[in-house]
């Protein structure tokens, strides 16, 4: 069966951000990312808003990657910000101290 096309496999090869992140430019401890919750202008529906980061372009996008797969919901990168759709700051909060980065949540 060496015509076959894979249509499924459990097989994980992913790259966990944090090692990526750690290797090329390092975390700064003394970095503050702060943890915010806007609802203005979405009829009710929340965001999560991740600023601070020191990051370069391409080590954002892998981290917010990582973290739509982690919390289960749509994120972008704007302005240097990070949005997670939904009211996830408890798992972005988790996913933030993993990695190692000093977290701080603004508003409630």
Do not use: W
């Not at 060496?2 to 003394?30: F, H, M, N, Q």
């Not at 919750?37 to 892998?62: A, P, V």
């Amino acid at each position: 069966m060496s015509s076959s096309k894979l249509v499924y496999s459990t097989e994980k090869t992913t790259v966990y951000p944090a090692k990526i992140t750690r290797s090329t430019s390092g975390i700064k401890k003394d970095v503050l990312i702060t943890i915010s919750r806007l609802l203005n202008g979405r009829k009710g529906k929340g965001i999560i808003r991740l600023s601070g980061f020191q990051l370069s372009r391409i080590e954002l996008k892998k981290l917010v990657t990582h973290s739509k797969q982690v919390c289960c919901s749509g994120d972008t990168i704007k302005k240097g910000h990070a949005e997670i759709q939904g009211d996830k700051h408890y798992k972005a909060f988790q996913l933030l101290t993993e990695i190692g980065f000093s977290t701080i949540q603004m508003g409630s």
